[in-house]
């Protein structure tokens, strides 16, 4: 079977195992799995006594899955694109929340990540990246790694980098090497939908001329002046020299703020409550 999407099947049963462990697999556990490919979680998170709710796009991989488990009361697949998939089909929050495992497809492993985060219906996912992508969802400021992948995985999860998987550990190997993440979703976002596009705004423009000083992408975005700009940088405990990669998450969300009250006062309107 070739890979498809950058997918490389799991053949690792040491990394298994571990992945296993991570996401605390046990009796009555409730896990998604996103694309089980040929099954080798699949059949560790059943042996552990996990529920599990597996979701594969892939035709003929599906057959096999369901061929091979039909006659597991606790398991359940959906042939489907999980980035099309209506999440509500998976369950209702009455079932309790599932923990995710997943050796994610290189090629959409971000998307499918944006689309997991703000979902309500899980608690912890352990997920499998290219090592360069989990590096990015788990960075710290400061750092080359740290952008807007970090910054919306902080929104909505605690993130640590468990382990690293090698090439070998695959079928057909990938020429780069992997890892795996633990995300532990917050009770509630950092932010509140209704102020997380202002924040997203600040960031992208921030991060899309990462070499220059922050306060000049962020004046052309928000229309002020790089003056206004700095102040605001001032007023957030930030040097004017800083770049978005200096920025830690916590500030863009306080400068999201101030622009949003800017904005207000700018139209006329009583400014709202953080």
């Not at 996990?50 to 359940?76: H, I």
């Not at 998976?90 to 090629?107: D, M, R, W």
């Amino acid at each position: 079977m070739p890979a498809r999407l950058g997918q490389h099947f799991l053949v690792d049963g040491g990394a298994r195992d571990r992945i296993v462990s991570c996401v605390a697999a046990e009796k009555g556990r409730r896990v998604l799995e996103i694309g089980p490919g040929r099954g080798v979680l699949t059949r560790a998170l059943l042996a552990a006594g996990a529920e599990v709710t597996a979701v594969e796009m892939d035709e003929r991989l599906a057959e096999s899955l369901q061929k091979e488990f039909s006659g597991v009361p606790c398991f359940r697949l959906f042939r489907a694109d999980f980035l099309t998939l209506d999440l509500a089909e998976l369950g209702s929050a009455a079932e309790g929340a599932f923990a995710i495992a997943a050796n994610l497809p290189y090629s959409v492993a971000s998307p499918i990540l944006q689309k997991i985060l703000p979902w309500r219906l899980w608690d912890e996912a352990v997920l499998m990246f290219q090592k360069e992508v989990a590096m990015r969802v788990a960075a710290e400021p400061g750092t080359a790694d740290y952008g807007i992948l970090t910054l919306s995985a902080w929104l909505y999860a605690e993130t640590e980098i468990l382990f690293d998987v090698g090439p070998r550990s695959f079928s057909p190997p990938p020429r780069v090497d992997s890892s795996v993440v633990r995300l532990v979703r917050r009770t509630e976002p950092k932010l509140a939908p209704a102020r997380q596009p202002a924040f997203f705004r600040l960031a992208k423009a921030a991060f899309s001329q990462r070499r220059k000083m922050a306060q000049t992408p962020i004046a052309q975005a928000f229309g002020i002046s790089k003056g206004e700009a700095a102040r605001m940088l001032a007023d957030c405990g930030l040097p004017v020299s800083s770049r978005a990669q200096d920025i830690p998450p916590e500030a863009y969300a306080l400068l999201a703020d101030k622009f949003a009250i800017l904005k207000d006062e700018a139209a006329g309107k009583k400014p709202k409550e953080p």
